[in-house]
Every structure is written in structure tokens, then in C-alpha cells.
């Protein structure tokens, strides 16, 4: 597959694995609404946020909405972003990287630009996320070009878009649904004679009636009866009756004559047994038709899903959403429908969204509004000065945006959050203020690649693949000696919850002998040394 060049791509390449591990502090003061929330709001460099998130989040987010900077070679108003083609893409490429590492399975990554760096943004995608995985992309209408000033411009940028890729093929989108409605099946075909020939086409068996021997005759619609639909375009390529016209019955109009009738058995999902499809009228026509039945699993009406399409024009909602949520953020500001439209696509009631770019808070708003949970993560004062109050109005119950349309009422909270010290000092030495919690969980994410989801003040974290994994640190163990059981003892071993299978220990020592060690089938590894920093 190809792969972009870059002056620093090796560097890059390995970026993420160099960041350092660092705390979440909570900011009291600047929390809002329900404390026991896990909604979070985050301010400081996305890059150390997102490896700070990963031991308590790797593998739960459902569905991220990035809209990182557009390298316009222009500059903000609320952001550099007139940046060097190499340091964007040194940019942008770690991230991704630590995104696709707290996605589910079943995830999906929305990335917006413009075609500034477009482009190469979805070249960096199918590397990290894999081709297999791109989804669509998505082209929304941003600006009317009647509403721009152009004096100083050789070119009209309207149209931006929006890379969707998923996390493997588990990933299902929300696709949208319609009633099903039998007024488009208004025709019967009738046969007034045998047909002219037999035919073998494809492997299925074709009855050929003249034109003289068949009549079309429109209804008022019932669930008896048939849709027309001509056999052509992408028809051709989508399903079995296009395919079956394209290769076997298209150019046989010096065989069969002009405006003949087709009956082929065995194709279709209406329990018919057969379908009609119809010839060319005129000898310079190629188009034909086909008559399908209403297919069996929707002749009791209910609903059927549609394709999402790729094109929005929300250039109004885009020119009106500057002051939206109460917050202005004149240059990149996104509106609230067009979270809620990919929301509605990528993810489902409670489950976590994640944007790394937050902004003005667009995401995290709408995603409370929806009843997901979020996680907001923005770099500038904007986190405190723009993100917070928006967040709090949204609380409160502001009416905004999409909240008078979904019924929002209010309700909820969220946490603030800043980024605090490394969990490492530069020797590699464990921070005197780690807590027992959060190395917990950074052993346990290096050790089994997963997130702690509960963590507590117990020394046996959990069992992964059937071995149990322990820490001794902190004073976990405060009734045991030697220092406060952080030292692996006979009498400690002892204190431990039980496990029947191999086990690995963290401790700052052990006085066990090897031999004991290994019969007992315990893995020993002293902390700091043997604490990885990934």
C-alpha cells in the first residue's frame, strides 16, 4: 500500500510510544452538574491527554469526531493554522495513532478537513486504520457562494469533508429507515400467448414472449404488486436482476426483436419464483427494465433501511451557528445538526464519544444532549473560557442548537479535568505522587493491552487470559511488614486473594526464593525497573 514521505516520518512513526504517561487532575471548581458523571472535559495538549486516557479507556470509545487544523496556510483567529506541510503531518500522525488504540471493535472515526490537506489525511488513515476499513467520505456543504465575499479569491472553497473510517469490520452504522409503502408496486404484467422460444441464460431458464404477446397495465398499488425499474446505471452493477440483465440479456435485440418480454426463473426475493425483465423498444435503445415483487420479508409492511448518502448541504446551519450553545467561535465552528447527524449514524444511546479537537464544545454538547457519554479534550484557554460555560449552559438546559428538536430538558454533568505530572521521572523512576490507582491501571493496560476498568485499592487487579496480575505499592497492604507489604513475603503472598493459575506480582522486592517463586507458578517483577513506560 502506498505510504506517505516525510522529513521526520521515522521519528513520527514511533511518536506515540514517546509520550509519557501522565495523571488526569480533576479541577473541582470548574466541574459542573452530577459529581459521580464520566463525562470529561480535559484541557491541555490532546497528544499526553490521549495517552494519559488509554490505561482507562483503550478499546471503549465508540465514535470520535475530529476536525483537526486545516493547514490553510491562512491565519485564525483562535488557532495557528498556518502550518509547514512536514510538521502537520508530524502532527496529525501520532494522534491517530492513539485514537485507533481507544476505539471498540465496533468503532468509527469521523475526521473533517478541507482540501488543503485532505488528501493526505486519508492517505495517513488507510495506513493507520488499513483501506479495508475506509468507510466513505462524506461532503458537506459549508458556505453559500453567494454569501462570501470573493474579491481577493481565484477559487470558492463551498464544500468540505468528512473521512469516516471504522475500527475492523465489526463496526455496523445506524443506517437510516422509511416505512414501507406499496404504492411504487402500481403494475401487473398479462400474457396472452406461449412463449416464442426457450432459452437457457446463466445457469436459469428463460421463457421469450413478442412484444405482441404481453401487455404492462398500471394500478393503484398493492402488495401484489409490481415495481418497474430500469436496468440500467449503477443498477447494472448493484443487484442480482441489474448483473443478470448486464451480462446476459443487454444486446440481444437482433436475437429476440425489439420490446420482447423476459421471464426468468429462480432470480429475486419475492417469493415469485421468477421475474420479468423487458427489452429495448427502439434498435438505438440499450435500456431495459425489470418488474419486481414486494420481497417477502416486507409484505407486512414496517420498515426498511436506505443508504446513508454522502452529500449535506448545511452551508445555512454553518452560516448561523457562530453564537450556537451561547459561546462565539467565529473560524471552524461546528453546527449542532451535523454532530447529531453523525452521531445518529456512529454511535448509540450511552456509549462514549470522544473529540480530541473540541473547540468550541460542539461535540461534547450535543453528544450530552443525545445521552451519550463524552470525552472532550481541547489544548487552549478555549477548554475553560468556551468549553466549560457551554458545557454548563447545556446542564442548565439551554435550548440551542438541536434541543427544542430532540426534547432536551437538561441534566447531567461533567468533570474538568487538567493534565498532571508524568508517571515517570526522566530516570525512570516512579513519581513519589503516583496514587496506587493510577499505576494500577498503567501496569495493567502495558500488561494485557486493556483498560482497568474498576479500579481499587486491592492488590490483585485482575485475571487476563487466565493470569491473575498484582501490585504491591503504595502501602496496599498496610497491616503487612516488611514497608507496609510493598516487599513480596511469605505472609504477604499469604494476604493475597487466591488465584489457581499463574500469577504475576509487582513489588519493589521479593524474599521468596526463585525455586518458590517458580513452583508456585508466580511471575515476580520489581518495581520501578520492571514497570514498562508503554
Not at 183 to 193: C, G, H, P, Q, T
Not at 291 to 312: A, C, D, M, S
Not at 449 to 470: E, I, S
Amino acid at each position: 500500500m502506498p505510504t506517505l514521505d516525510w522529513l521526520t516520518r521515522d521519528q513520527d512513526l514511533t511518536a506515540s510510544s514517546r509520550v509519557p504517561y501522565r495523571l488526569l487532575e480533576a479541577v473541582p471548581e470548574l466541574s459542573y452538574g452530577d459529581p459521580a458523571t464520566e463525562n470529561m472535559l480535559i484541557q491541555g495538549d490532546n497528544l499526553d491527554a490521549l495517552k494519559a486516557l488509554l490505561p482507562f479507556y483503550a478499546g471503549r470509545v465508540k465514535c470520535i469526531f475530529i476536525d483537526p487544523p486545516y493547514n490553510t496556510q491562512k491565519a485564525l483567529e483562535n488557532y495557528d493554522d498556518n502550518l509547514e506541510h512536514s510538521i502537520w503531518l508530524s502532527i496529525i500522525y501520532p494522534r491517530l495513532c492513539l485514537l485507533r488504540e481507544l476505539m471498540t471493535s465496533d468503532g468509527f472515526i469521523c475526521a473533517q478537513i478541507d482540501d488543503s490537506e485532505g488528501p493526505y489525511l486519508k492517505v495517513l488513515m488507510d495506513e493507520i486504520f488499513g483501506r479495508k476499513n475506509f468507510v466513505a467520505t462524506f461532503f458537506i456543504r459549508v458556505r453559500y457562494a453567494a454569501k462570501t465575499l470573493t474579491q481577493d479569491m481565484d477559487y470558492q472553497k463551498q464544500i468540505e469533508q468528512i473521512h469516516i473510517y471504522r475500527k475492523s469490520s465489526a463496526a455496523q452504522p445506524n443506517l437510516p429507515v422509511q416505512d414501507i409503502g406499496f404504492d411504487k408496486f402500481n403494475f401487473e404484467i398479462e400474457v396472452d400467448s406461449a412463449p416464442t422460444k426457450t432459452l437457457t441464460l446463466g445457469g436459469k431458464l428463460v421463457e421469450v414472449y413478442s412484444k405482441e404477446s404481453w401487455s404492462l397495465r398500471k394500478t393503484g398499488g398493492s402488495v401484489d404488486g409490481l415495481k418497474e425499474i430500469w436496468a440500467s446505471g449503477s443498477i447494472l452493477d448493484g443487484n442480482s436482476s441489474g448483473r443478470f440483465f448486464r451480462d446476459f440479456l443487454s444486446g440481444r435485440i437482433a436475437e429476440d426483436g425489439l420490446g420482447v418480454l423476459y421471464k426468468v426463473e429462480n432470480i429475486g426475493d419475492d417469493g415469485l419464483g421468477f421475474r420479468y425483465f423487458s427489452g429495448p423498444k427502439k434498435a438505438s435503445a440499450t435500456k431495459g427494465k425489470y418488474y419486481q415483487g414486494v420481497p417477502l420479508e416486507n409484505r407486512n409492511g414496517g420498515e426498511i433501511t436506505k443508504p446513508i448518502e454522502n452529500f449535506y448541504d448545511l452551508a445555512d446551519r454553518f452560516g448561523n451557528c457562530r453564537l450556537e450553545g451561547g459561546v462565539d467561535f467565529r473560524s471552524g465552528k461546528k453546527p449542532e445538526v451535523l454532530l447529531q447527524m453523525l452521531l445518529t449514524r456512529f454511535s448509540d444511546k450511552k456509549s462514549l464519544v470522544l473529540d480530541s479537537f473540541l473547540g468550541s464544545g460542539t461535540t461534547a454538547a450535543v453528544a450530552h444532549k443525545m445521552g451519550r457519554r463524552f470525552i472532550g479534550i481541547e489544548l487552549l484557554d478555549h477548554a475553560e473560557s468556551r468549553c466549560a460555560p457551554r458545557l454548563r449552559s447545556v446542564v442548565d438546559g439551554e435550548q440551542g442548537g438541536i434541543s427544542e428538536a430532540i426534547g432536551w430538558a437538561g441534566g447531567g454533568g461533567f468533570r474538568f479535568l487538567r493534565l498532571g505530572a508524568p508517571i515517570f521521572d526522566e530516570d525512570g523512576n516512579i513519581n513519589p505522587k503516583i496514587s496506587f490507582v493510577h499505576l494500577a491501571a498503567h501496569i495493567w493496560f502495558t500488561e494485557t493491552h486493556t483498560p482497568l476498568l474498576k479500579p481499587r485499592r486491592n492488590p490483585k487487579l485482575g485475571v487476563h487470559d487466565g493470569t491473575a496480575f498484582y501490585l504491591l505499592y503504595n502501602g496496599v497492604l498496610r497491616d503487612r511488614r516488611p514497608e507496609s507489604g510493598n516487599v513480596l513475603t511469605r505472609a504477604v503472598l499469604d494476604a493475597l486473594d487466591p488465584h489457581h493459575g499463574p500469577r504475576t506480582i509487582y513489588g519493589e522486592s521479593s524474599r521468596l526464593a526463585p525455586a518458590t517463586l517458580k513452583r508456585l507458578n508466580i511471575t515476580f517483577k520489581q518495581t520501578p525497573y520492571d514497570v514498562r513506560a508503554r
